[in-house]
Nanobody, 120 residues
Framework: QVQLVESGGGLVQPGGSLRLSCGAS????????MGWYRQNARNERELVAT???????NYADSVKGRFTISRDNAKNTVSLQMNNLKPEDTAVYYC??????????????WGQGTQVTVSS
């Protein structure tokens, strides 16, 4: 069993910055892709950014140039640095990770979510 726990959400003014972090724990043998998704007030979930174990990144067009995803493979963590935040970035942000357990089962796990609110 693999668990993901996010931290770092909160309230910030437009133009401000926040850093989200996510740690994975449990019976982890490998984590392939880790990523951040967000769900807005209309319950629409969208990809924000992903990063492979080799460091290859992918971003939604709406966050390119403002958000940076990074990971520490040794610590099984992934972070999302969010700069120049806009009101439309307001959402619940979810961490996601997939790979194989120590028992060689595949997993695709989500964190519990952390609220990010951008408002003056």
């Amino acid at each position: 069993q693999v668990q993901l726990v996010e931290s770092g959400g909160g309230l910030v003014q437009p133009g401000g910055s926040l850093r989200l972090s996510c740690g994975a724990s449990g019976a982890i043998f490998s984590i392939n892709v880790m990523g951040w998704y967000r769900q807005n007030a209309r319950n629409e979930r969208e990809l924000v950014a992903t990063i492979s174990s080799a460091g290859t990144t992918n971003y939604a067009d709406s966050v390119k140039g403002r958000f940076t995803i990074s990971r520490d493979n040794a610590k099984n963590t992934v972070s999302l640095q969010m700069n120049n935040l806009k009101p439309e970035d307001t959402a619940v942000y979810y961490c996601n990770g997939g790979g194989r357990t120590t028992a060689d089962y595949p997993y695709d796990t989500w964190g519990q979510g952390t609220q990010v609110t951008v408002s003056s």
